[in-house]
């Protein structure tokens, strides 16, 4: 666990050095200004996490939990120096763009139907898709009876759900697991052409099959049949009828995924279809370290952690994703001096597939100066790609940063985890912590709060209610 204290005087700095030496960690404080970590927690945390099995799922005996043994290893593992992450973001911020105006499936849901009044739930573990050669978040789930087990990436921004399938008669890229094979299936269907669901997806068909196409702001594409199936999350929990893309032309770079689960706003979203059964309610936690397993829980379960909630805000121009009022942030309890308009005249974008937190110019600038001069005394290191804060942290039994939060327009506040303020990103020199934050150009159409920041966190997306809400420290 990061652990926190208020200011760290010499004396402060002798106690945490010893707790941390001895094993021990400081619990987490409200009112923390300081956040804090053994150097060697940081370097073991870039151990990969071994890949998935899918012969090796062990079903829980709680029922509505998937255990995972992870019990391969090997696959196309990458550094993060070698996957740019401003190529990525880049790419991402071109997929936001275009689904604002041009993207063929872009209308927003229908009104939610209502929940059962005990809505179930689904917990299934989510790990860093590093072995598949991702930098988003892969969870294993199930299409077809019997159950065809898929490792996707899960994608906020994202409506329709896909996964590779045969026969590929088109082009199918190389994944981890074999290709679905709907034959093989005994609830696999087609959608008709000329029904509303095939409407809703534009409306194109060969013969008597509707058809979907999804493009991506890299360029890279995946169309074929609009499909049904039944969607397995655990041994107890299945949806069926699910309206997937069974993708028989895939083109681009998605790494070794089978595909992708989309949790964004629109009519083919998870959250829209299973809202009858599942409640529209979703929330995951995004783990800290690539050697441990967070989860993404469909419907809603307890919070057993203190929440914060934030209004959930609608963009027109951009009807498929999650939106919040960002106002302003608070680090090492110094609230930056920029009026809430700097934040406000274009929105924030909370999203699970960009990989940092691109926020105003004028904003970051105040924070990354009032960041060095926390850090004094810490060795500066080169920037790394877009990453211009950055320190060499090698020889120091821990590091202490200045906590951050950020602040919302009706008084929610996100208490912001040790990773979710310095990412370590080149795997050859582990030892070396940059801000992840980056200034927006003069002119870009919104600010993003990226999957870094909420690593640690679980973050609730209670449709229904239209509010977003955030419990540190959950995995």
């Not at 159409?445 to 229904?464: C, H, K, M, W």
């Amino acid at each position: 666990m990061v652990s926190t204290q208020r200011r760290p005087s010499e004396h402060c700095l002798l106690a945490v050095f010893v707790l941390l030496l001895s094993g021990s960690s400081l619990a987490a404080s409200p009112a923390a200004r300081y956040l804090s970590v053994s150097l060697d927690r940081v370097i073991s945390s870039k151990a990969q996490l071994n890949c998935y099995d899918p012969d090796t799922t062990i079903p829980a005996s709680s029922g509505n939990r998937l255990a995972i043994h992870p019990a391969c290893s090997g696959g196309s593992e990458k550094a993060w120096r070698q996957r740019d992450i401003l190529v990525h973001d880049n790419a991402r911020l071109s997929t936001v763009l275009q689904r604002s105006t041009s993207s063929v499936i872009t209308p927003v849901s229908p009104a939610p139907a209502s929940a059962p009044a005990e809505a179930p739930s689904a917990t299934i573990p989510d790990r860093p898709g590093t072995y598949l050669d991702t930098l988003e978040f892969v969870v294993i789930v199930g299409f077809g009876t019997p159950a065809q087990s898929s490792a996707i990436i899960f994608d906020t921004g994202s409506d329709v759900s896909w996964i590779q399938c045969q026969p590929c008669t088109g082009h199918c890229y190389q994944q981890h697991d074999p290709l679905f094979d709907p034959s093989k299936s005994s609830t696999y269907s087609v959608v008709p052409c000329g029904t509303p669901a095939c409407s809703v997806a534009g409306g194109k068909c060969n013969g008597t099959t509707c058809l979907y196409t999804v493009h991506y702001g890299d360029g890279s594409s995946t169309s074929g049949a609009l499909s049904q199936e039944t969607l397995t999350f655990t041994s107890s929990r299945t949806f069926s009828g699910f309206t997937f893309g069974c993708g028989t032309t895939n083109l681009g770079d998605f790494g070794e995924v089978d595909g992708l689960l989309g949790l964004g706003r629109g009519h083919f979203s998870l959250p829209s279809q299973t809202t009858s059964s599942f409640g529209g309610s979703f929330s995951y936690c995004l783990p800290s370290f690539n050697t441990t397993p967070g989860y993404l829980t469909i419907g809603s379960t307890p919070v057993t952690g203190k929440v914060q909630y934030t209004a959930m805000i609608k963009k027109p121009a951009y009807p498929s994703f999650y939106f919040v009022e960002l106002v302003s942030i608070n680090i090492g309890g110094y609230v930056l001096p920029v009026p809430p308009t700097v934040f406000t005249s274009t929105g924030t974008l909370l999203d699970s597939g960009t990989i940092l937190t691109y926020i105003p110019m004028k904003a970051y600038t105040l924070l990354r100066d009032r960041f060095k001069f926390t850090m004094k005394g810490n060795k500066p290191a080169p920037a790394f790609d877009i990453l211009d804060t950055c320190y060499d942290f090698s020889g120091q039994s821990a590091i202490f940063i200045p906590a951050v939060s950020l602040i919302f327009s009706d008084g929610g506040v996100f208490d912001l985890n040790f990773y979710g303020i310095l990412i370590f990103p080149d795997d050859t020199q582990p030892a070396i912590g940059c801000l992840a934050f980056v200034g927006n150009p003069e002119g870009a159409p919104l600010s993003i709060i990226g999957n870094t920041q909420q690593r640690s966190t679980e973050v609730i997306y209670d449709v229904g209610a239209e509010r977003i809400g955030f419990v540190p420290f959950s995995c």
